[in-house]
């Protein structure tokens, strides 16, 4: 079975530092590539990091809300996706999806999200 799961979410004061964990079991992992998705309540689904697989130079992308403070990566070895953030703004309060997309193929696996709540 296709299991993802997110964690390291919380509450944290603006300008702290969360780093969210996604493992994953029954996919193989390095042929995926992977990402972080978030959702804020009213709002659409958004991407905000994603990364290639690692054969293919391991190339991360981000939105630009988040360039600079956001950074993923990946560790094949544990078939785990990582995202840490840094410099939190209360706009970056949402639930936070693991994504994993085969590339031409139309496989997405998405975690079951994490809550981060960047408060005063």
């Known amino acids: 079975q296709v299991q993802l799961a997110e964690s390291g979410g919380g509450l944290v004061q603006p300008g702290g530092s969360l780093r969210l964990s996604c493992t994953t079991s029954?996919?193989?992992?390095?042929?995926?590539?992977v990402g972080w998705y978030r959702q804020a309540p009213g709002m659409q689904r958004e991407m905000v990091a994603t990364?290639?697989?690692?054969?293919?130079?391991?190339?991360?992308n981000y939105a630009a809300s988040v360039s600079g403070r956001f950074t993923i990566s990946r560790d094949d070895a544990k078939n785990t996706v990582y995202l840490e953030m840094d410099s939190l703004k209360p706009e970056d309060t949402a639930v936070y999806f693991c994504?994993?997309?085969?590339?031409?193929?139309?496989?997405?696996?998405w975690g079951q999200g994490t809550q981060v709540q960047v408060t005063v």
């Open positions: 990364m290639t697989t690692l054969s293919t130079g391991g190339i991360a």
């Open positions: 994504w994993l997309g085969r590339p031409h193929l139309n496989f997405n696996y």
């Open positions: 029954g996919i193989i992992f390095n042929r995926n590539n």
